[in-house]
């Protein structure tokens, strides 16, 4: 229990969050839904709005093939972006559904910290569109794994709802297990890309069991933000130590610096 001890005062907060997120569930079936991301009322169950919808920056052609990220002309297929030319990241392709902006942090919010899974369906859509040729050619869809004590406090692993989804989505393997984190690792907020990048150093890892699973399949890993790409740089590593054939990263949304003045909080 030392474990505990250590995060007490952050497991009443959580206990207290719990008790809001029951009381907001009790509000929920006396008011109609609204919109996560600016709080008006709305039909669907999925919850955005369609002037949010609008405010959101879905990412389209031309875009670098390894980053995903948008590129200002058009090059042409397989144009690459300086940053991935400068800095090879390990994994294939990277794609995302929009950038990283206001919007679509208020939707992210909703979704991991405010007990708002229904979002999830909504972001998974997004991403099976933007990520159709990922999903058509992965055998298993994996997503990046919390450290066991965090997920035990957020009662869910949001990455791993939205692998669901997509998996279950395009009749794809869903692999939840494959991919663990074995160091608990600080939040990657407020820190800058090298120190996020020594945050998650070897923070992944693939039990010898699970190998086989692995072994010379193409990977899909699912994350909700990519933000200085160290995590899912970082997972992409251990699952190809442990054999897998190629590795794909498909997130809701893409932090670009200078693009819609992101910063990831
Ligand atoms: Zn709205």
New binding site residues.
Partial sequence: MLVFMDHGSGLITERLNRAGRLAGRVADLLLPPT?P????P?GGPDG??A??FRRLSFIEAPFCARLGRPLRYDLGAGALSAEAIADPPPFTRQRAAVLYNETAGRIVHGFKYRDRPELGAFMARAMARSGKALLDEADLVVPVPMHRLRLFLRRYNQSALLAKTLAHGSERTYAPLVLKRTRRTRRQVGLDQKARAANVKRAFSVSMKDRPVLAGRRVLLVDDVVTSGATVREATKALLRAGALAVDVLAFALVVPGEEGALYA
Avoid: L, Y
């Fill in positions: 919109c991301a600016c709080g008006v709305t955005v709005c002037a949010c």
